[in-house]
């Protein structure tokens, strides 16, 4: 079955939906009962969808946590309050005290931070390296490394990582590889083919797709699954019926809106590297991107996010580049049908495996559905204050 009628077809069994299109949404907190048999019936089967109590999820739920775990491949799918909260479950529900993880040096910054100011706490030791490591990761292998983190493409910096490498020479350690597969979507790439245990979803970006709802997923294999859940059920997670509701109508939409997503932002793309202003793209799509090569490979589709690296400039002149912007609108996140700009500084100082030359300024981009002329428009006019900022004029 193509991905696009996958996406259309996946959690609707009747057992969810009775019938209708779109599962229902269904609020509860409480089942009751009407015997002890019932009762117990529904804690004996509550890993499998039955209902038992509100933190377990009802058929609302149940429909897109099936959903999800086909389309990424997995065997189960846990939900979050946020894509965040699936980061640190995920992480929390695998590693202790004295154990020891294996995190990419461009991850994103929230990820970071938990590691340097909660995982330490908790006497869980953090090594960062290079995403463009490859088999050299086996030098960092330490004998309590419990967990691998990936993110491919990584924050802001866009480096592909080598995934099925990392992920074999991982096994061979018995670590846990985990995946933030956000950029590729539950469509994009096949996470479990590649090695991935648990891959993640910041579902707040494209499967929600209009910037209203926060959410996160982790998706595990067989092996993994279960240990996943029921830990993450232990730390309290859980999710509104009414935001995964909104995610599974989303959901059905994905596969359309992220093809749109891609032939504009490749169409940004080379207007942007066109001009003189501009060192390099950092799209995975395109050959100046570090790991280009496994986007090739292990990607089935790019989408609108992307980043630029300026040959020069200072706070002052990107600035002017984006601020006053008349379609892009600065903000922190992406995924969503709106076109935003993030002038990012001080990458350097959130890299401590890698070193970033700070001298080159870069600037994120997120291309909406708006219509792509206008756009190009847009940054055309930003070139416009850049160049005169840089050169003190005005």
Not at 53 to 75: D, K, M, N, S, W
Not at 121 to 139: C, L, N, Q, R, V
Not at 278 to 287: G, K, Q, S, T, Y
């Amino acid at each position: 079955m193509k991905k696009e009628t996958q996406i259309v077809s996946l959690g609707r069994d009747k057992k969810w939906t009775q019938g209708v299109i779109n599962p229902p949404v269904y609020r509860a907190s409480t089942m009751v009962f009407d015997t002890i048999e019932d009762m117990r019936f529904a804690a004996k089967n509550k890993a499998n969808g039955e209902m038992f109590y509100g933190r377990r999820g009802g058929p609302t739920h149940f429909a897109f946590q099936a959903a999800i775990a086909e389309l990424e491949g997995g065997v189960g799918t846990a939900l979050y309050p946020s894509g965040s909260a699936a980061i640190s479950n995920s992480l929390l529900s695998f590693l202790k005290a004295g154990d020891h993880l294996l995190m990419v040096d461009s991850a994103y910054e929230p990820t970071r931070d938990l590691c340097n100011k909660l995982l330490a706490g908790y006497g869980i030791e953090t090594t960062y390296y290079d995403p463009m490591i490859g088999d050299g990761i086996e030098a960092l292998i330490q004998p309590n490394t419990k967990v691998l983190f990936l993110e491919s493409p990584g924050s802001i910096t866009m480096e592909i990582q080598d995934v099925p490498t990392l992920s074999r020479i991982a096994h061979q350690h018995d670590i846990v590889v985990m995946l933030d597969n956000t950029w590729a979507s539950p469509i994009n790439s096949r996470p479990f083919e590649m090695g991935v245990d648990i891959s993640i979803q910041a579902a707040t970006k494209y499967i929600v797709g209009h910037s209203d709802v926060m959410m996160g997923t982790a998706t595990a294999n067989e092996k993994h699954w279960k240990q996943l859940r029921e830990n993450s059920y232990l730390l309290g997670q859980c999710t509104s019926p009414d935001d995964v509701y909104l995610a599974s109508r989303g959901l059905r939409t994905l596969g359309i809106r992220l093809a749109q997503h891609e032939q504009n932002a490749l169409k940004v793309a080379n207007w942007l590297a066109s001009r003189p202003e501009v060192d390099h793209l950092r799209h995975p799509a395109f050959e100046s991107c570090p790991g280009h090569e496994f986007f090739k490979r292990d990607f089935s589709a790019s989408n609108g996010l992307f980043s630029f690296v300026l040959k020069q400039g200072d706070v002052r002149s990107v600035t002017a580049f984006v601020e006053n912007m008349q379609h892009f609108k600065m903000g922190f996140s992406w995924g969503g049908f709106e076109s935003l700009i993030l002038g990012v500084f001080g990458i350097d100082k959130l890299r401590t495996a890698t070193k970033w030359d700070s001298s080159k300024p870069l600037i994120r981009l997120h291309i909406g559905l708006e219509n792509v002329d206008d756009l190009i428009a847009d940054l055309d006019a930003a070139f416009e204050r850049y160049n005169l900022a840089l050169n003190n004029i005005g």
